[in-house]
């Protein structure tokens, strides 16, 4: 699958490494190294795929690019639109032209965030009752020396997006309706701190930030016959998950624990997902619909 890089920030970078050799050119307006400083420089007759890693108001217009072009395109989350409907043309596109376009959510292949999906799926833990997820980095510094990067909703469009697609991974996409519980520009233009929440099965409580000094992720679920917990990401590993198992009426309860201890598998297996969608011209943005619908209804909500 012959493969551009638009974009060599961070994370185009690991795209590329991803890539490897089947990378054929790679395209950045600011980077000397990069081969072009504009997509529609690249001979279309060149590549098959992009692999697109831009700030998020350039996407919208290079995706359709691309897609009108018959190119695979997996873009960098969040897939931010003026309007639901854009999305819907995005996806309209990609289906008549029948290729793939794919929102990368590479949470989605951490192993703890499979395991539970998986032991959500079986039932074992009867009603859930609460999740509660924190995801929070030290980059405040970053971001406020970014031009592009401290504006809009700040924080709740960066990991926010990765929470609320783990929600639609864990839960489904259900109507229910986010509040904001609290926002703040602690350091920043733009927010750096958020906690949202949202009534429903289960209770949800999501909090982002970008002052958490040491990067960390936790996540705990509670539900009937027990609760299941994730503590760190394999990136900042070690990456444990705790699986509780009630005793009634009460009581400490069993307690299984796996850690791992490893890089982090889930760019290369999401690169490996991406091939599998070119090859039945798949798309996920169904799930950019939903994280749209609230993105925005919650940006609302924090700047009024």
Not at 56 to 71: I, M, Q
Not at 113 to 121: A, G, H, N, P, S
Request: a neutral charge; hydrophobic letters at 40%; one cysteine or more.
């Amino acid at each position: 699958m012959r493969t551009i890089v638009v974009g060599l920030g961070l994370q185009g970078r690991k795209r590329q490494a991803c890539a490897g050799p089947a990378v054929v050119a790679t395209v950045d307006p600011a980077q000397s190294d990069a081969d072009y400083k504009s997509v529609s420089d690249v001979p279309l007759g060149a590549y098959d795929a992009a692999l697109v890693c831009t700030p998020d108001e350039a996407k919208v217009e290079l995706l359709t690019y691309l897609l009108e072009h018959g190119k695979h395109v997996l873009v960098e989350k969040p897939l931010l639109t003026v309007t639901e409907a854009a999305v819907v043309e995005l996806a309209d596109l990609a289906r008549a032209r029948g290729v793939a376009c794919y929102t990368a959510y590479n949470h989605r292949f951490e192993p703890h965030f499979v395991r539970m999906k998986r032991l959500i799926e079986s039932g074992e833990l009867g009603r859930l009752y609460h999740c509660r997820m924190f995801y929070g980095n030290g980059t405040a510094r970053d971001v406020r020396n970014s031009p592009w990067r401290d504006q809009g909703a700040g924080v709740l469009a960066d990991l926010g997006s990765h929470l609320l697609d783990t929600v639609l991974f864990w839960f489904g996409g259900d109507d229910r309706r986010f509040r904001v519980v609290s926002r703040h520009r602690f350091e920043n233009a733009a927010f750096d701190h958020v906690v949202v929440a949202a009534e429903g099965a289960p209770v949800l409580e999501l909090e982002m930030t970008l002052l958490s000094w040491r990067n960390h992720f936790t996540c705990d679920v509670l539900a009937e016959h027990g609760s299941a917990h994730i503590q760190s990401l394999c990136k900042w590993g070690p990456s444990t998950f705790i699986r509780r198992r009630r005793i009634l009426p009460s009581g400490r309860p069993d307690e299984e624990a796996v850690t791992l201890t490893q890089p982090d598998p889930t760019w290369a297996l999401e690169h490996q997902y991406f091939l599998g969608l070119c090859a039945t011209a798949g798309s996920n943005l169904g799930n950019d619909q939903w994280i749209n619908r609230h993105l925005h209804a919650l940006a609302a909500l924090a700047h009024a």
